[in-house]
C-alpha cells in the first residue's frame, strides 16, 4: 500500500515510475550469454540495481570495460569493508589486488550475501578483465593499485581531519572519478579531463554516502567503522556514537548539517565537469547520479532520520531523475531546485546557516548564470501537470489488477 499511496500524492510518478521497470526488465534481458560475461552482468544487478540501470546509458565497449570496472573496486571494497578479516591479513591484500585481476584463479573468501559471491567466484571478473583492450586494462589495474595502498593506508587510522577525510573520499571515489576520465579518453569519446574536477564528481557521491549512511555504518558487526571526520563531529559530541541518542538530536543534526555543507564545496566543480562532456550517452551516465545525489543532500539536511533509519529519496522521484536527466539544462535545472528545496530547510540558528547559505547561493548562481533556468518546468518542487480523477483510478485498478496476478501465482 505504501507504493499505492506515493502514487496517489505524486501520480506523476507513475509513467516515469512503469518506464523504469521495463528498463529494468530490458537489461536484465540483456545479460550476455557467455558465462563469465553473464555472470559480471548479473553480479552487477545484485551489489547495484541502480548502478546497474545507469549504466546501461554506455554504449557496448565502454559499458563493458565501467561494468568489470566497477566490479572489481566494488571486490576491493569488499575486502576493505570485512571488519572480520584481521588488520595484518587485510593490509597485503588491498596492496597486491591490482595484481591479482590478471589471475583467472585467484579467489578471496570475505563479505556477506552476494558481495560472498563477488570474491568466490572472482575468477569470472578476471576472465572478463582479460578481454578488455589494452587502454582499458591500464586504466583499472592503476586506479586499483592506487585505491588499494590508500585503502591500506587508512586501515590503521581514523578521519581525524577534514583533510584526511577528502584524501580518504579521494582514495575510495576521487579515483573511481579519475579512471572513468581515462576510460572515456580511452574509448575516444572524451577530451583528457582535468583531474580535480574528476576528483570532485566522486568526492561529492561519497560523501554524501558516508552522510546518509550514518546509522547503518555505526552499528556494523562486528565492529564499526566510520569516516565522519572528528574535526567537525568533536564540536559536537564527545564520541561519535553520541549522535544516534535521542537526548543529542539537536547536536546531531547539526552536525549533520555541518557535514552536508562540507559536502557542498565539490558542487561546483562536478558542474564544470559535467558541462564540458561531449558525448550524450556518457552525459547522461555521468549525470544521473549527480542529480540524485544532490536530490539525497536535500533530504537529509536537517534531518534527524539520518540517526534513526534509512534517508533515501522517494522511488518515483528517482525514475523521474532517470527519465528527465538529459541535457546539461536539466542537470542545471535539477541543482537549482534541489538547491532550494535545501535552501529553505537552513535555520538561522543552526551554527553553520551562514556558510550553507552561502555555498547553496553559489551553486544557484552557477545555475541561473548558465541560462538554462528559463522557460522551464520544474518536476522537483511541484507537479506541473493537471491529472485527473480517470488517471488516478486507472493507477488504482491496475494496482489492484497486480494484486490480483500476484495472489492466483502464490496460490499455483
Known amino acids: 500500500m505504501g507504493s499505492l499511496a506515493a502514487l496517489l500524492k505524486h501520480p506523476d510518478d507513475f509513467y516515469p515510475l512503469l518506464k523504469?521497470?521495463?528498463?529494468?526488465?530490458?537489461?536484465?534481458?540483456?545479460?550476455?550469454?557467455v558465462p563469465h560475461w553473464g555472470f559480471c552482468y548479473s553480479m552487477l544487478h545484485k551489489v547495484s540495481r541502480s548502478f546497474a540501470l545507469v549504466i546501461q546509458q554506455l554504449g557496448p565497449e565502454l559499458r563493458d570495460a565501467v561494468c568489470i570496472f566497477y566490479l572489481v573496486l566494488r571486490a576491493l571494497d569488499t575486502v576493505e569493508d570485512d571488519t572480520s578479516i584481521p588488520n595484518d591479513v587485510k593490509v597485503p591484500i588491498l596492496e597486491a589486488f591490482h595484481g591479482h585481476i590478471y589471475n583467472p584463479e585467484w579467489h578471496f573468501a570475505c563479505g556477506t550475501k552476494e558481495y560472498k559471491v563477488l570474491m568466490d567466484q572472482f575468477h569470472h571478473v578476471s576472465t572478463a578483465f582479460l578481454e578488455l583492450g589494452e587502454g582499458y586494462k591500464e586504466v583499472i589495474e592503476d586506479i586499483t593499485k592506487r585505491m588499494g595502498e590508500g585503502m591500506a593506508d587508512f586501515i590503521c587510522k581514523e578521519v581525524e581531519t577534514a583533510d584526511d577525510y577528502d584524501k580518504y573520499c579521494h582514495y575510495v571515489a576521487g579515483l573511481v572519478g579519475i579512471g572513468l576520465s581515462k576510460l572515456f579518453h580511452a574509448a575516444n569519446l572524451e577530451d583528457p579531463a582535468d583531474v580535480d574536477l574528476s576528483n570532485s564528481m566522486g568526492l561529492f557521491l561519497q560523501k554524501i554516502n558516508i552522510i546518509r549512511d550514518y546509522l547503518e555504518d555505526i552499528n556494523e558487526i562486528p565492529k564499526s567503522r566510520m569516516f565522519w571526520p572528528r574535526q567537525i563531529w568533536s564540536k559536537?559530541?564527545?564520541?561519535?556514537?553520541?549522535?544516534?541518542?535521542?537526548?543529542?538530536?539537536?547536536?546531531?543534526?547539526?552536525?549533520?548539517?555541518?557535514?552536508?555543507?562540507?559536502?557542498?564545496?565539490?558542487a561546483e566543480d562536478?558542474?564544470?565537469?559535467?558541462?564540458?562532456?561531449?558525448?550524450?550517452?556518457?552525459?547522461?551516465?555521468?549525470?544521473?547520479?549527480?542529480?540524485?545525489?544532490?536530490?539525497?543532500?536535500?533530504?537529509?539536511?536537517?534531518?534527524?532520520?539520518?540517526?534513526?533509519g534509512v534517508v533515501k529519496m522517494r522511488r518515483g522521484l528517482t525514475a523521474?531523475?532517470?527519465?528527465?536527466?538529459?541535457?546539461?539544462?536539466?542537470?542545471?535545472?535539477?541543482?537549482y531546485d534541489f538547491s532550494c528545496i535545501l535552501k529553505s530547510k537552513v535555520d538561522i540558528n543552526d551554527p553553520n546557516a551562514q556558510k550553507t547559505l552561502s555555498r547553496l547561493e553559489s551553486i544557484q548562481k552557477t545555475c541561473k548564470d548558465s541560462g538554462a533556468l528559463t522557460n522551464r518546468k520544474s518536476y522537483i518542487l511541484k507537479s506541473q501537470s493537471n491529472y485527473s480523477a480517470v488517471i488516478i483510478m486507472f493507477v488504482i485498478l491496475l494496482a489492484i489488477?497486480?494484486?490480483?496476478?500476484?495472489?492466483?501465482?502464490?496460490?499455483?
Not at 20 to 33: G, V, Y
Not at 321 to 335: C, E, L, P, Q, S
Request: net charge neutral; with cysteine.
Open 401 to 412: 489488477i497486480l494484486a490480483y496476478v500476484n495472489a492466483d501465482r502464490s496460490i499455483n
Open 270 to 308: 562536478c558542474l564544470t565537469y559535467m558541462a564540458a562532456l561531449r558525448d550524450p550517452s556518457i552525459f547522461r551516465f555521468c549525470a544521473i547520479p549527480q542529480v540524485m545525489s544532490i536530490g539525497t543532500l536535500a533530504l537529509c539536511y536537517n534531518n534527524i532520520e539520518v540517526f534513526r
Open 236 to 266: 559536537y559530541v564527545d564520541k561519535l556514537e553520541d549522535l544516534k541518542y535521542e537526548e543529542n538530536s539537536v547536536k546531531a543534526v547539526q552536525c549533520l548539517n555541518d557535514m552536508v555543507t562540507n559536502s557542498l564545496i565539490h
Open 20 to 33: 523504469l521497470k521495463m528498463a529494468a526488465r530490458h537489461a536484465e534481458k540483456q545479460i550476455p550469454p
Open 320 to 335: 523521474k531523475v532517470i527519465d528527465r536527466t538529459k541535457t546539461m539544462a536539466d542537470v542545471y535545472g535539477a541543482f
